[in-house]
């Protein structure tokens, strides 16, 4: 996986095609779309939802060279999401409706290569696999991500907006 293709896809979202917000929300909408049995997992609107969709991605894309910050990130994440009932067959949804959602917003002004799509595929099911794990083990990654900054269930001890990790996430968006 090549980080600097994922960092430079992240950018491109950013200012094509009316940008991360409407990226963001065509996420949600197609999700929805294609695969309505997860809309009841999601109590947040969409308006809202994609701030935390489009942070947690940045946050990903920053740490990627970066494990010992990235691994309890995703951990977190993934207990997290088991809490919201997410279900281990979501993840795939997940990952299919990103990489689809990235193809069509970035396709509009510019391309989607099959580098990026390689690299996409690949890190979404890296992150899926480390977020499974985590929510099928939550005691396993508990020290780790005391460590981090993170309580048990999964949230950060500094606040409830465990997406935003040290302001990374926004910052990368800006």
């Avoid at 999700?31 to 809202?48: A, H, N, R």
């Avoid at 794990?133 to 949230?155: L, T, V």
Wanted: charged share 25%; net charge neutral; proline share 6%.
């Amino acid at each position: 996986m090549n980080p600097q293709v994922l960092k430079d896809t992240l950018k491109r979202i950013k200012v094509e095609n009316g940008g991360i917000t409407a990226f963001g929300l065509r996420f949600y909408e197609r999700l929805f779309e294609k695969y309505p049995q997860v809309k009841p997992l999601f109590t947040t609107p969409p308006e809202d939802q994609h701030k935390k969709l489009v942070s947690s991605v940045a946050a990903i894309v920053a740490l990627v060279q970066s494990p010992d910050k990235l691994m309890p990130f995703l951990h977190a994440m993934g207990i997290r999401h088991k809490a919201y009932k997410t279900l281990n067959s979501h993840y795939p949804a997940v990952g299919e409706n990103l990489l689809a959602v990235m193809n069509e917003h970035l396709s509009k002004e510019g391309q989607w290569t099959d580098e990026m799509q390689e690299n996409w595929s690949e890190a979404m099911k890296t992150v899926s696999s480390v977020m499974i794990e985590a929510a099928d083990n939550p005691d396993k990654f508990k020290d780790e991500m005391a460590a981090a900054g993170f309580e048990p269930d999964g949230f950060r001890k500094d606040t409830k907006k465990p997406w935003e990790l040290e302001a990374i996430s926004i910052a990368y968006l800006k």
